[in-house]
Nanobody, 123 residues
């Protein structure tokens, strides 16, 4: 499956952005989807994930209550709505797909990756 992330940009602290990740090439609903991020000089970290049906979602503690992951299987797209953004949310955000049935949050479990979209939050 090929993944194309978009929607990043520059936003002031407290603002909102919506990231999108469009999938192509395989049946989208066969994949658990996740969002990760990588800040300069830091390792890639898990942000959120969503089950194949969209019925289960989970988040890292630092974004819970501010970010919402969702998916539209008819459009083969996963979204990350980011509200109340903070400067520490600044990073390149990646979408990823996992064809397995794990609930692991480690990047290694996800087989397919998008190219990343930069989110910059100014203070």
């Amino acid at each position: 499956v090929q993944l194309q992330a978009s929607g990043g940009g520059l936003v002031q602290a407290g603002g909102s952005l919506r990231l999108s990740c469009a999938a192509s090439g395989r049946t989208f609903s066969n994949y658990r989807m996740g969002w990760f991020r990588q800040a300069p000089g830091k390792e890639r970290e898990f942000v959120a994930a969503i089950s194949r049906s969209g019925g289960s979602t989970y988040y890292t503690d630092s974004v819970r209550g501010r970010f919402t992951i969702s998916r539209d299987n008819a459009k083969s797209t996963v979204y990350l709505q980011m509200n109340s953004l903070k400067p520490e949310d600044t990073a390149v955000y990646y979408c990823a797909a996992d064809r397995g049935y794990s609930t692991s949050r480690t990047p290694e479990v996800f087989e397919y990756w998008g190219q990343g979209t930069l989110v910059t939050v100014s203070s």
